[in-house]
């Protein structure tokens, strides 16, 4: 686990006055493109709320079935594990709020798994794009056995495999020699505030 990174997070209804984080490494090769992306968390007593936003015109979002590789479009996520666990959900979206949700130890053993309360919600603008998605806890705590998510790892990323310019942003560093996002041994602290 990468304990350089932190990230506090209020108990609110929204995601309108959290704190935000920058997602601003990148590595490996972005052929200079590095689209300014921010993620917000926010969590009350049913739901975890994901708040991301990117500064990049027309983004590519040629998938609009759930369930598509969403990662070879323009595409934030938002990879998370509870403490304890050897499985990490990991949550793509694209522009067009179209989005894969899996649940596994890592890249090659995940499966399906269905933990937001309903469909993301996603917008274009003229200059920059964004998603909402809301995470049932009550899904979460069927899925991982556990009552409180007031303290758990993860990581927010941008990328877009198949686009102009192939780009991998993270906010916790990844340090593996090849883009690999699906390492939760890199995963930064995520922590419920005092309420």
């Not at 929204?14 to 990148?26: C, G, I, L, M, Y």
Request: with cysteine; net charge negative.
């Amino acid at each position: 686990m990468n304990m350089n990174k932190e990230y506090v997070f209020p108990f609110s209804d929204s995601t309108e006055h959290s704190p935000e984080v920058s997602v601003d490494t990148f590595l490996w090769e972005n052929n200079g493109y590095t689209p300014r992306t921010t993620a917000k968390l926010a969590i009350n007593t049913e739901k975890l709320m994901l708040h991301m936003e990117c500064i990049e015109c027309k983004p590519l979002a040629r998938f609009t079935v759930n369930g598509s590789p969403v990662c070879r479009d323009s595409c934030m996520e938002f990879f998370f594990a509870p403490i304890g666990d050897n499985r990490y959900c990991s949550l793509e979206i694209n522009a067009n709020g179209c989005f894969l949700c899996c649940i596994g130890t890592s890249r090659y053993d995940r499966t399906d798994t269905d933990i937001l309360l309903s469909a993301p919600r996603a917008a274009v603008k003229e200059d920059r794009w964004y998603i909402d998605a809301d995470i049932s806890l009550k899904k979460l705590r069927n899925l991982f056995g556990i009552d409180q998510f007031d303290y758990f790892t993860g990581n927010f990323y941008k990328c877009g495999d198949k686009t102009r310019y192939p780009h991998y942003g993270m906010w916790s560093e990844v340090k593996s020699e090849t883009p690999d996002f699906h390492r939760p041994e890199w995963f930064g602290e995520l922590t419920l505030a005092e309420k």
